[in-house]
């Protein structure tokens, strides 16, 4: 696997985790006694499959610069445990008939085992194919996905993955109810990391606060907070339509090698690439 590696201390286990640069992510615990275990894995990216309505279609075959949401689909392997599309998942607005065209032609035949998370597109009511009055509160990424993206009209909920536990937020805080910690979201976020106070902990959503690519918000500077103050360990977002990997770091960007939380952008599901505008601190990648 190409990526980096690094272990973090948990109690009376050691974890190894690596993601490779095309958003694949292993979960690998490993116990005190050395023992031979499946490691569980995860394919993660976002930022996915175009309009089937653009220019650069083709077919589903897209072009050597956009569409290329079949090329990243063939990049998964038999054998994840879940895959994580990070937001944004469907252009131009996650339209159902979009989704049905599009994204299910290519990462749809990995929909039983995805969790996904709604990114700010498919919140769109015009501008692309079933992007009208229907859509609103990304009803057709919620009729998609189902039950695998939590209640509609939320977007947030959690399960277990070997010993990690995976908890998945909607930064999109307008349409969400807020983000804050008084937020519905927020009350919910903070139940759940005290349930699960002693495991790994892996969230992620749609939109990073930080990233080099330009388009980092501070909408998910509470969910930072909270994560932060229960030891969370890794973040996933997209949204950048980059790669970055960051540094241990604390919700105010100071880094932090001993409890830090380590963010990274994965907006490389296929749409396009975009390049960094400024390096952001604490950049590694």
């Not at 015009?126 to 009209?153: K, L």
């Not at 998945?168 to 106070?197: E, F």
Request: hydrophobic fraction near 40%; include cysteine.
């Amino acid at each position: 696997m190409t990526g980096s590696l690094w272990r973090r201390r948990r109690g009376n286990s050691v974890l190894a985790l690596a993601l490779a640069l095309v958003g694949s992510l292993a979960l690998a615990p490993i116990p005190r006694a050395v023992e031979a275990v499946a490691d569980p894995v995860i394919a993660a990216a976002g930022d996915i499959a175009c309009d089937p309505g653009s220019s650069s279609f083709n077919g589903g075959n897209g072009t050597s610069s956009s569409c290329r949401q079949k090329a990243t689909a063939a990049l998964l392997s038999s054998g994840l445990a879940a895959v994580l599309p990070l937001g944004d998942n469907q252009y131009y607005c996650g339209g159902l008939a979009a989704f049905n065209a599009s994204y299910d032609l290519s990462w749809g035949a990995w929909k039983s085992i995805t969790r996904p998370v709604v990114g700010n597109h498919e919140y769109l009511t015009s501008g692309g194919t079933g992007c009208d009055a229907s859509n609103g509160g990304a009803a057709g990424h919620f009729a998609y996905f189902g039950a695998r993206a939590g209640q509609p009209g939320a977007g947030w909920y959690s399960y277990d993955i070997g010993s990690w536990h995976l908890i998945a937020l909607n930064s999109n805080c307008g349409d969400a109810g807020g983000c804050s910690a008084n937020s519905p979201q927020g009350k919910w976020l903070a139940a759940d990391l005290a349930a699960h106070r002693t495991t790994c902990t892996l969230a992620y959503w749609h939109i990073p606060l930080f990233s080099s690519g330009g388009r980092a918000s501070s909408n998910s500077k509470a969910f930072w907070d909270q994560l932060y103050a229960a030891g969370a360990d890794v973040i996933l977002t997209g949204h950048d339509h980059t790669y970055e990997r960051f540094a241990r770091q604390s919700p105010t960007g100071i880094a932090d090698p001993a409890r830090g939380i380590r963010e990274f952008v994965v907006g490389t599901g296929g749409a396009n690439h975009t390049t960094f505008a400024n390096t952001a601190a604490n950049s590694e990648v």
